[in-house]
């Protein structure tokens, strides 16, 4: 079992920065890649940046130039740096591992002010 625990979500103002984390644990043998996925009422969940074991990134190109994801394997930890944030940005941020299975954490809220 693995556990998915994100944190960083909050309200901020157009155009500002807010850095996501996402924390895994657990009985992890490989890892072969980690996401960030963002959903809005009424839509569905939408691929945000992903980065796989040999640190292939792919981004959404609604987000290209502005969000950057990173990984910290000593730490287990993967990141979402989000820049010049648009409100249309705002939207529940889940983080995905996969280890072989999906793991998802329960997401964390970002609000974006225009």
């Known amino acids: 079992q693995v556990q998915v625990v994100e944190s960083g979500g909050g309200l901020v103002q157009a155009g500002g920065s807010l850095r996501l984390s996402c924390v895994y644990s657990g009985m992890i043998f490989r890892l072969y890649y980690q996401g960030w996925y963002r959903q809005t009422p009424g839509k569905q969940r939408e691929l945000v940046a992903s980065i796989t074991s040999n640190n292939n990134t792919n981004y959404a190109d609604s987000v290209k130039g502005r969000f950057t994801i990173s990984r910290d394997n000593a730490k287990n930890t993967v990141y979402l740096q989000m820049n010049s944030l648009k409100p249309e940005d705002a939207a529940v941020y889940y983080c995905?591992?996969?280890?072989?299975?999906?793991?998802w954490g329960r997401g964390t809220q970002v609000t974006v002010s225009s």
């Open positions: 995905s591992v996969f280890t072989g299975r999906e793991y």
